[in-house]
């Protein structure tokens, strides 16, 4: 059974730094793309990032570019997420997510709240 378990969340000051973590199991870490999405209240979900099976290729949106780093262990079993320089506009739930044929499976995610 896949399964995916994020941890890591919190409230933090505008500027501070998380890192979020994803356990999986049911599959084996590295080869299958993962990615981070996000969903702030009210609004759909967006993607933040991605490492590609492998680990060689991350790519990031525009709106994390420079600040949030991904990352994965494969002796672990898990994906991570650096946040750094955080903003109030990053308040959101994260999910990772792992892309395996033509399903993709999601977390119940962790949450995300920046604010003074």
């Known amino acids: 059974e896949v399964q995916l378990v994020e941890s890591g969340g919190g409230s933090v000051q505008p500027g501070g730094s998380l890192r979020l973590s994803c356990a999986v199991s049911?599959?084996?870490?590295?080869?299958?793309?993962m990615s981070w999405v996000r969903q702030a209240p009210g609004e759909g979900p967006e993607w933040v990032s991605r490492?590609?099976?492998?680990?060689?290729?991350?790519i990031y949106a525009d709106s994390v570019k420079g600040r949030f780093t991904i990352s994965g262990d494969n002796a672990k079993n898990t994906l991570y997420l650096q946040m750094n320089s955080l903003k109030p506009e990053d308040t959101a739930v994260y999910f990772c997510?792992?892309?395996?044929?033509?399903?993709?499976?999601r977390g119940q995610g962790t949450q995300v709240t920046v604010s003074s």
């Open positions: 997510a792992a892309e395996i044929g033509d399903s993709v499976y």
């Open positions: 049911g599959f084996t870490f590295g080869i299958y793309d």
């Open positions: 490492l590609r099976r492998g680990g060689g290729t991350r």
